[in-house]
């Protein structure tokens, strides 16, 4: 059963747009967790970076949500070709997220990066 958060989605610019917990949920369910579209993710949390065109895609198959267009608008207009995901009121440090793509969300999102562990 996937938690009950708040899910934000982001651009490399600062633009954003927030679902309630309500939205969050439906949209997950709707979308089977953003996997088709993420490219990166914290295995422990929905905090995620996804593909900004097949976000736009994975919504157009879904069946209708009340975020769609304001998610695909953001998609469309995103400078960069990721939308960065988090969960608003989460408290993961993502420990287990070890790809490069955390460093990025990272610095878009204004987490914390913390250290890279070494083999």
Same mark, same amino acid.
């Given at each position: 059963m996937t938690p009950v958060? !708040?899910? #934000?989605? %982001?651009?490399?610019? #600062?633009?954003?747009?927030?679902?309630? !917990?309500r939205e969050s949920a439906s949209l997950l +369910?709707?979308? #089977?967790?953003?996997? %088709? +579209?993420?490219?990166? +993710?914290?295995p422990d949390c929905p905090c995620r970076i996804v593909a900004a065109v097949a976000l736009v895609d994975l919504l157009d198959a879904a069946p &209708?949500?009340?975020a769609s267009t304001a998610l695909v608008d953001l998609a469309d207009d995103a400078p960069t070709l990721h939308i960065y995901v988090t969960d608003v009121d989460g408290e993961c440090e993502h420990p287990r =997220?070890?790809?490069? #793509?955390?460093e990025? =969300? %990272?610095?878009?999102?204004?987490? &914390?990066? !913390?250290?890279?562990? !070494?083999?």
């Open positions: 958060v !708040r899910l #934000g989605f %982001a651009d490399d610019e #600062g633009n954003e747009v927030v679902l309630d !917990r +369910a709707l979308t #089977g967790n953003l996997e %088709a +579209a993420t490219v990166s +993710a914290c &209708p949500h009340p =997220w070890l790809d490069p #793509g955390y990025e =969300w %990272a610095d878009v999102t204004g987490e &914390p990066v !913390r250290p890279h562990p !070494r083999n």
